[in-house]
């Protein structure tokens, strides 16, 4: 059936193979404040409640090449609760640890007094059992009838008007059990989409392609109800831009039980606010707003010559709308610039806003950070660098990064760290930590992108080694953000209940638009370069993004696409 012989099937006896480690984080969890569902190990979606499974059973696992870098093993989920059901199986990469989950569901309605309610008569029962099951995929090789070490991957088929969760995965061709899995009626779900790449069965001797992605929901961010359930999808023949045959859940419950309240929100920031050091050279530190305020900082409108003093708390400076180019704001116009310019530690904290991820399951802790400068970047150029006198400065800089917390328990799962126009998630086990379960975030030298990890990071080509530098180390200049910070912002929590600062409410830009000829100062740049590099040279910075080559400020978070979107990446 799959004649590939590139590929090394992990023979299944009794015994599973090495598994990979599991994760925990570095200090136990504390005991949450009270309220509402948060940490509860249970989430009302509506209609049904999840729990999650991070317990599994070993059933499969592939070996590309008997490399554990392209292994992949799939799971069964293990001591599912009473009354709860499997919605499909797990699959992971062999080199992470196994930190991952499923949810189990249970329909509420055929398990509460509720059920008698009128307004449930007419409805159909949350969850159904499949009516069958389709083989998709099966690593036989040659179909000679000896499955030792083979895998069969199979997909509900869900009765009319519900809708398959994910798929299952035997080590013989007989089909799973009907009651192995449950369907989830179509108005309780919600569209996913592929996200990474697990496994990929295609090569040059492959008769038949075969793919596994994990999955997450298409409608995601502050507003979007998608919730993922942990499974993944495979398939032969699936084209990118296609819907997926399976869904994801769709929390209903309008009120987010699940989500922290405010006391709780500071416990996490008390428990997981992480420090972030600032490189030992930096010269360019961040400071609170208020003292950018307080020291000089001016509101100019289009057309006037001379700027306004800004309150301490930004209540003159003009709110909502939308960035119009009509007003923005500017360092101090006398000798007090370049004391502004390099900010203040000791005023220095992180913004915090709070705000629900992937439908109500996950909280995410968004901590932004202001530095009244961002200085001009170093081009790099295998050993060679070269420091710019202006490419890559302006007035203002907001970053940030993402605290992602699980709701199910209250533990940290990942950090989002935001770099320049893009970023990363990093699980919690590639972490580093400074204190208990407390991370360290390295912030770059001049332009403030966080990183997970001291080093070298080039914004260009690796291969090349063609690009701007992002300097990342510790140092003694910090800022610990599980005490210096200000919550600023949770919507959740309803109107008034977080009071926003005014300045938050600024929709303009935080520096002026200075354009400058860039180009003149690259040509100078590459016409000391050896003739071999110039072109490589030439062609790496014209793919550097354009707020390199003048001078723009930043728009405030809250003009920033992942305030109520989902981060990039």
């Known amino acids: 059936m799959f004649g590939c012989k590139c590929f090394y099937w992990n ?269 030992p050279d930096e010269v360019y530190l961040p400071s609170s707003v208020s003292w950018f305020f307080t020291n000089g900082a001016l509101l100019y409108k289009a057309g006037d010559l001379v700027g306004e003093a800004i309150d301490p708390s930004g209540s003159n400076l003009p709110s909502g709308g939308r960035n119009d180019g009509e007003f923005w704001i500017d360092l101090p116009s006398d000798g007090g610039r370049q004391i502004v310019k390099h900010g203040n530690m000791e005023s220095a904290k992180l913004y915090v806003h709070v705000k629900p991820a992937v439908g109500g399951t996950f909280t995410d802790i968004v901590m932004w950070v202001f530095c009244p400068f961002n200085g001009p970047g170093t081009l790099k150029v295998g050993i060679m660098n070269v420091a710019f006198s202006k490419i890559g400065q302006h007035v203002g800089d907001w970053e940030h990064f993402t605290l992602r917390i699980c709701n199910f328990t209250g533990e940290l799962w990942s950090i989002y760290f935001s770099q320049h126009s893009g970023g990363k998630w990093v699980a919690g086990y590639d972490l580093e930590y400074i204190e208990g379960n407390k991370a360290i975030v390295y912030s770059s030298k001049n332009g403030h992108a966080s990183f997970p990890h001291p080093g070298t990071y080039l914004q260009g080509s690796e291969i090349l080694g063609i690009g701007v530098r992002n300097d990342a180390a510790r140092s003694n200049l910090y800022v610990d953000s599980s005490i210096q910070y200000e919550l600023v912002a949770a919507e959740y929590l309803g109107e008034g209940v977080v009071a926003e600062p005014s300045w938050l409410q600024f929709m303009r830009k935080w520096g002026p638009t200075i354009v400058y000829d860039s180009k003149t100062e690259l040509d100078k740049i590459i016409k000391l370069l050896p003739l071999m590099i110039r072109y490589s040279v030439e062609n790496a910075v014209s793919k550097l993004p354009l707020e390199l080559y003048g001078e723009e400020g930043p728009t405030g978070p809250k003009e920033k696409n992942n305030w109520v979107g989902d981060e990039r990446g």
């Open 11 to 279: 023979e299944v006896n009794n015994m599973s193979p090495t598994e990979p480690g599991t994760f925990s984080l570095p200090a136990p969890l504390p005991t949450w404040p009270q309220g509402q569902g948060f940490a509860s190990g249970r989430i009302n979606l509506g209609e049904i409640e999840v729990c999650r499974i991070s317990r599994f059973n070993f059933i499969w696992s592939c070996n590309l090449l008997q490399s554990k870098k392209k292994s992949a093993t799939f799971y069964e989920p293990a001591g599912i609760p009473d009354g709860f059901y499997s919605l499909g199986h797990y699959c992971q990469f062999d080199s992470r640890p196994l930190r991952g989950f499923v949810l189990v569901a249970r329909d509420l309605a055929s398990s509460e007094a509720e059920a008698a309610h009128t307004s449930n008569l007419f409805k159909s029962p949350a969850l159904q059992k499949p009516l069958d099951y389709t083989l998709v995929w099966c690593s036989d090789e040659g179909g000679q009838g000896n499955y030792e070490g083979c895998g069969f991957f199979w997909l509900p088929q869900p009765p009319d008007g519900y809708k398959s969760m994910g798929f299952l995965v035997t080590k013989t061709p007989n089909k799973p059990e009907l009651d192995e899995v449950r369907c989830v009626r179509d108005d309780l779900t919600d569209k996913c989409e592929v996200h990474h790449l697990i496994f990929d069965a295609i090569s040059k001797f492959s008769s038949s392609p075969f793919s596994v992605w994990s999955t997450r929901p298409c409608n995601r961010g502050m507003v979007g109800r998608g919730v993922s359930v942990g499974t993944f999808f495979c398939s032969s023949n699936w084209i990118s831009g296609q819907e997926l045959n399976i869904a994801c859940l769709k929390n209903l419950d309008p009120k987010l039980h699940a989500m922290p309240n405010c006391d709780q929100i500071h416990a996490l920031i008390r428990n997981y606010g992480p420090t972030v050091f600032f490189h």
